[in-house]
């Protein structure tokens, strides 16, 4: 069986995006893939967090998870910085990285342009990426389009190691979410829908009431045509909504632009408000019931510890490919 890992950080609450590209996505691989889901608070914490806040929002994502369907019978999910051999490892593959490659990574410009003080770890953040990646033998990295240069680096890495050392790493492939990958803003649907963004009604949260859903689509921005059809490149506005609208019904973007045709965007905004509020619902349901319980911390517990034991290995089988630490006699 091939082993899928991903890792999400707990830096803001989940929006629809990360609900149709990946976290609804992810139940249907259980029983495919050797699965690890892993909350990459380490990563979060490469710019400045709030302590209290980041610790809720560790457990608030790891709820999500749960609350989308993983099964911890069936997958492993854990907390990044609860395995210790991540850091460990992400030293090691810091000494295979060269500093040119790490200024030229889009997320660390993107992080840095115009800041006085910036973070070292925001430039050494992709071969903490490799090494959660390279940990668990992975076949296959689930992401986005905006993650696909992190992944591209961990693949050099991994081949720039075994190409030194010994064949330890497992060179990870790419897979690109086909449905609902790029979910846009409904105010600036020209860009990606962000839990950074500071207009609240340009994002659709996954714990958002349904009041606050209908009245973040109602205002989306559109065009004053009329039509509904989908022409990202004319009409962005309208063809994000018929992207969430498909995703969240299980229907096709085809299907809807028949059954639109001729009806004005009122209706249309409606039906899609109801398509996400209805999709949202039994998630919000199993979040409210476990994201205060005990049954939440002994998930997260049984899943450190298996991530341990899988992680600990190879970290010992790379240790030893580059020399370091002891190896011990026997008597």
């Not at 608030?60 to 850091?87: M, W």
């Not at 790029?182 to 949260?205: C, G, H, V, Y």
């Not at 045709?261 to 476990?290: M, S, W």
Request: charged residues 25%; glycine residues 6%; proline residues 4%.
């Amino acid at each position: 069986m091939k082993t899928i890992f991903s890792g999400i950080q707990p830096s803001g609450t989940l929006t629809l995006g990360n609900y149709i590209g990946a976290m609804k996505q992810f139940p249907t691989m259980q029983d495919d893939y050797d699965c690890y889901f892993c909350i990459v608070d380490e990563h979060a914490i490469t710019v400045p967090q709030d302590r209290l806040k980041l610790r809720e929002n560790i457990r608030s994502l790891a709820a999500l998870y749960l609350a989308s369907g993983i099964d911890p019978e069936k997958s492993t999910l854990f907390i990044q910085s609860e395995v210790g051999a991540h850091t460990q490892l992400g030293w090691m593959m810091q000494t295979q990285s060269y500093i040119g490659e790490l200024e030229r990574m889009t997320q660390f410009k993107d992080k840095s342009t115009g800041k006085e003080a910036v973070s070292a770890a925001l430039l050494t953040y992709p071969p903490l990426m490799a090494a959660d990646i390279l940990l668990y033998n992975t076949d296959i990295v689930p992401v986005g389009n905006d993650q696909k240069q992190h992944l591209e680096i961990t693949r050099d890495l991994a081949q720039r190691f075994n190409r030194k050392y010994n064949d330890i790493f497992t060179v990870p492939e790419i897979r690109i979410s086909e449905v609902g990958a790029r979910i846009m803003s409904l105010q600036e649907p020209t860009k990606k829908m962000s839990k950074s963004d500071p207009n609240k009604k340009a994002t659709l949260f996954m714990l958002d009431e349904p009041k606050q859903i209908e009245k973040k689509i109602k205002s989306a921005v559109t065009d004053s045509e009329g039509i509904v059809q989908f022409d990202p490149e004319n009409k962005p506005g309208i063809s994000n909504l018929l992207t969430i609208y498909a995703a969240c019904s299980n229907q096709l973007i085809e299907e809807l632009v028949i059954k639109y045709e001729g009806i004005g965007y009122g209706q249309f905004k409606e039906d899609t408000a109801n398509a996400v509020i209805h999709a949202l619902a039994p998630v919000q349901e199993q979040y409210n019931k476990i994201i205060q319980s005990s049954e939440l911390d002994d998930i997260l517990d049984q899943g450190a510890e298996k991530a341990s034991r899988v992680a600990n290995k190879t970290l010992a089988k790379a240790k030893k490919a580059m020399g370091l630490g002891r190896v011990k006699k026997r008597k």
